[in-house]
């Protein structure tokens, strides 16, 4: 059988398992009576009516950035008619003398089988400047499986030389490099490093109005990360039509590079806690499963650092 003909039998393969899946569903939600997503009504228990959840008693709203050394925070992910369908982590760390963070997210049990079995990982590692502020990435690496299908890019940031580096492979093949300049006075933030650099208040303060825009590593001919914190009114008005009661919140709008996170518009929203850790997150129009639902789940510390994209079988000490 040649390379062509095996590849059709393994499409063909993964279409029947998924409408058998959807089959199997189908029928499951016919006798339950189950006519809409798990996350459609609000839960008295839910994190988002936790007074307590997101905030914790060494929050400062800017400082040393190296204070979020092990921390991982924990969410569960619900999408299509399946509750906590998934799970991901993002943590910072320590390891080998520089500093990381790491986000994992990967479906489980019959519903990784259902979409092919899904995982995201994706790994930043740091320079720290700017007084201990801020992070600026050396290195940012990005793995997606879906399937048997593995698909990973790296990018190497040299601010010495005003260089960024960047190869992409597909099933351990390379498939693609490249080279380009790094503009003077410019930084190129990946989602990770953006993510702690915005709770750390490096690009502004975090007020309701404000709006940010993040020059990031090019994805498509998309250089930005653009973040929108709604207004008082916009708040309260997702507020009453997500029936969410009233806390200390910000409501954020994100807009990444669609090719980041696999999905149609690079749209993200978030509720964030007063003490900036995000609630509840939906990744919009993620391909073929519509909606991602993340809910925040809890906030750990650990002295060993998690599991990393190459040594995916262990972990390490910190140091």
């Known amino acids: ?30 006798f339950s009576g189950a006519a809409k997503p798990a996350w459609a009504d609000p839960a008295p228990a839910s994190p988002a009516n936790d007074d307590f ?4 008693d060494s929050f400062e709203a800017r400082g040393d950035i190296r204070r979020f050394d092990g921390e991982t925070l924990h969410y569960d992910i619900s999408f299509l008619w399946f509750d906590k369908a998934a799970t991901a982590t993002v943590s910072f760390y320590k390891i080998d003398g520089q500093y990381q963070a790491l986000l994992v997210a990967e479906t489980k049990g019959f519903v990784g089988w259902f979409t092919s079995y899904r995982k995201h990982v994706y790994r930043s590692t740091f320079d720290i400047v700017d007084n201990g502020e801020r992070l600026r990435s050396n290195k940012f690496e990005r793995e997606v ?17 005003r260089k960024h580096n960047w190869s992409a492979f597909k099933n351990g ?8 300049d790094i503009p003077p006075d410019m930084y190129f933030d990946d989602i990770l490093a953006a993510f702690y650099n915005f709770r750390n208040g490096v690009y502004g303060k975090l007020a309701k ?9 090019p994805e498509k001919g998309v250089k930005e990360i653009s973040i929108f914190i709604k207004t008082e009114r916009e ?10 009661k009233k806390a200390e919140e910000l409501l954020l709008r994100v807009i990444v590079p669609k090719e980041l996170f696999k999905t149609k518009t690079g749209e993200l929203l978030f509720w964030s806690s007063k003490n900036y850790i995000p ?13 991602l639902h993340a809910r925040f789940a809890r906030r750990t510390a650990s002295k060993s650092a998690p599991v990393g994209l190459m040594t995916l079988n262990e972990s390490v000490t910190r140091q």
Request: charged share 25%; aromatic share 6%; hydrophobic share 45%.
């Open 173 to 180: 093949a390379l498939v693609n490099k490249g080279t380009e």
């Open 209 to 217: 109005g404000a709006s940010f825009k993040i020059s990031t590593i």
């Open 53 to 56: 959840l997101g905030l914790y």
């Open 235 to 244: 708040e309260e008005e997702a507020r009453i039509q997500q029936v969410r």
């Open 1 to 30: 059988m040649n390379e062509l003909s095996r590849r059709s039998v393994t499409r063909r393969f993964s279409l029947l398992r998924q409408n058998l899946a959807a089959l199997m569903v189908a029928h499951f939600l016919a």
């Open 279 to 291: 609630l509840e997150t939906t990744v919009v129009d993620y391909v073929m499963l519509g909606d």
């Open 145 to 161: 499986v879906i399937g048997d299908t593995a698909e990973k890019t790296t990018h190497a940031l040299d601010y010495a030389e």
